[in-house]
């Protein structure tokens, strides 16, 4: 006669109760899923803020420029040829990943504004590439490089005026003949010392700030300028600023500001 073991019936399904516990826990937790394996990993949207080198380039537009630099801070883009004294003043409209959207308005020494669409490529920490949809200036591909400089942080006692050290800074800006001349004292105050060099900013009276933007290397910089000869060019200029070591530590400038009808910019030394 069959004789069943009493204790295996009730040790079974205690067995079959744990394997059940067990799977549902796997299914719960998404192991079972190989669907979830195949979900793309979401890109993260580049972070352009910085300062890129004077070695960059545009090509193909009526202008041939080899020292395009440039200063991103938030939404603003603002890239620079001193020798052409071109200044493209942008604002970045969007970033999806490593695409980057932006409006450009052009000046060329200082006036004559244009204006222009770029789209491009962001590497965080490494580039700037893109194409001006324009005509003219506004046209053309560009490319910067990240400066390996970006680490050393922005303080006002950077780029102040000392004497005997250096005493103002000089650069040829707005289609001046000779440099124009300003002074920058320990709390970021900017005082003009002589803007009668000629050019769109010839007798303006420049008063402003420049403050250091936390955690990076650039500055904020507003100015005033008042009784140019054109009152069409007074007003509010608002831009940014950072320092470039060419010969020695900190011994240019480089600064953009526009107010949307002119810009001034340039290398300051």
């Given at each position: 006669m069959l004789r069943l073991n009493s204790t295996r019936l009730i040790y079974l399904p205690k067995m079959l109760a744990a394997l059940l516990?067990?799977?549902?826990?796997?299914?719960?937790?998404?192991?079972?899923?190989?669907?979830?394996?195949?979900?793309?990993?979401?890109?993260?949207?580049?972070?352009?803020?910085?300062?890129?080198?004077n070695t960059g380039y545009v090509e193909d537009g009526s202008v041939a420029v080899d020292d395009l630099q440039a200063m991103v801070f938030d939404n603003r883009i603002m890239m620079l040829s001193a020798a052409n004294e071109l200044l493209y003043d942008g604002t970045i409209t969007s970033i999806n990943g490593n695409s980057f959207t932006a409006d450009f308005t052009i000046y060329t020494e200082g006036r004559f504004p244009v204006t222009a669409t770029a789209n491009g490529t962001i590497i965080s920490g490494s580039s700037i590439s893109g194409t001006l949809n324009g005509s003219g200036v506004g046209s053309g591909t560009f490319a910067l490089l990240y400066a390996?400089?970006?680490?050393?942080?922005?303080?006002?006692?950077?780029?102040e005026n000392v004497a005997g050290v250096n005493t103002s800074w000089k650069g040829k800006t707005g289609g001046s003949p000779a440099p124009q001349e300003f002074l920058i004292d320990n709390t970021g105050t900017l005082t003009e010392v002589d803007f009668t060099g000629?050019?769109?900013?010839?007798?303006?009276?420049?008063?402003?700030?420049?403050?250091?933007?936390?955690?990076?290397?650039?500055?904020?910089?507003?100015?005033?300028?008042?009784?140019?000869?054109?009152?069409?060019?007074?007003?509010?200029?608002?831009?940014?600023?950072?320092?470039?070591?060419?010969?020695?530590?900190?011994?240019?400038?480089?600064?953009?500001?526009?107010?949307?009808?002119y810009g001034m910019d340039g290398d300051f030394k």
């Open positions: 516990l067990v799977l549902s826990a796997l299914v719960l937790s998404g192991c079972l899923h190989s669907d979830d394996d195949d979900d793309p990993v979401p890109v993260l949207d580049a972070n352009p803020t910085g300062y890129y080198i390996m400089t970006n680490g050393e942080v922005a303080d006002v006692a950077r780029i000629g050019g769109v900013f010839s007798n303006c009276d420049l008063d402003g700030n420049i403050t250091p933007i936390s955690n990076s290397s650039l500055y904020s910089v507003s100015v005033e300028l008042t009784e140019c000869g054109s009152s069409t060019r007074n007003g509010t200029y608002t831009g940014l600023a950072t320092s470039r070591t060419d010969a020695t530590e900190d011994d240019t400038l480089v600064l953009a500001v526009s107010n949307g009808q």
